[in-house]
């Protein structure tokens, strides 16, 4: 089974200053997709960014970017120039590419907290 | 265009009881995802709707079960109901079973006392 593994409960940031969340996982499988997901208080989950594993390219969405390190199994998230609206619990996220039946579905990690200093 | 939506928002259970929740996916989304969140397990998956029929499960016992209609919405049942079920149950919907660009519901958020 894969497992995801935020090893930040929280993380506190000045506000316009950069911060990076890390997220590890373990998997088997080579075809796969990754995820970070933002959860305010408004219970939402948000898709904040979204990477194909067979893709090289780190992906980038405005101020949030990834590194994506597939031989190390680490998807850590930056964010860049940070604003108060992007306080909220943060989560990562594996999703098996293969499809069919079974225990499909997104993994998730435990999440991190993010807190931004005004 | 609206988005997911679950109804409803909250919902105050006894044990032994059971619970029907909603989820109305986004238009022209045909699958339908279940997650249970709690403080100590996280974000599980309970299971996926395509077509009507279900195509992933999680692990989770027989009490909890689902089905989704012609028109996409999809419900969760939870039979039985235990202190141990409280929690936010989210719904996420994507165009299908492949494609995995999710949009998530707010939840209901469900206590059982």
């Known amino acids: 089974a894969q497992t995801v593994t935020q090893s930040q409960p929280e993380m506190s940031v000045q506000e316009a200053e950069t911060v990076t969340l890390s997220c590890t996982y373990d998997t088997s499988e080579s075809d796969y997709y990754l995820f970070w997901y933002k959860q305010p208080p408004s219970r939402q989950m948000i898709l904040v960014i979204r990477q194909e594993a067979y893709k090289q390219q780190n992906a980038t969405e405005n101020r949030f970017s990834v590194n994506f390190q597939k031989a190390a199994k680490s998807f850590s998230l930056k964010i860049s120039d940070s604003q108060l609206g992007d306080a909220a619990m943060y989560f990562c996220a594996y999703r098996s590419a293969r499809g069919g039946g079974g225990a499909d579905g997104l993994t998730f990690g435990k999440g991190t907290h993010l807190i931004i200093q005004p | 265009k609206a988005g997911v939506t679950q109804t409803p928002r909250y919902l105050i259970k006894t044990r032994g009881q059971q619970v029907t929740l909603s989820c109305s996916p986004i238009s022209g989304h045909r699958s339908v995802s279940w997650y249970q969140q709690t403080p100590g397990q996280g974000l599980q998956f309970l299971f996926e709707?395509?077509?009507?029929?279900?195509?992933n499960k999680g692990n989770f016992p027989g009490r909890f079960s689902g089905r989704q209609f012609s028109n996409s919405r999809s419900e969760m049942n939870v039979s039985t109901l235990e202190l141990g079920d409280s929690a936010l149950y989210l719904c996420a919907s994507s165009r299908t079973n492949r494609d995995y660009g999710y949009t998530f519901g707010s939840g209901t958020r469900l206590t059982v006392v």
């Open positions: 709707y395509f077509s009507e029929t279900q195509r």
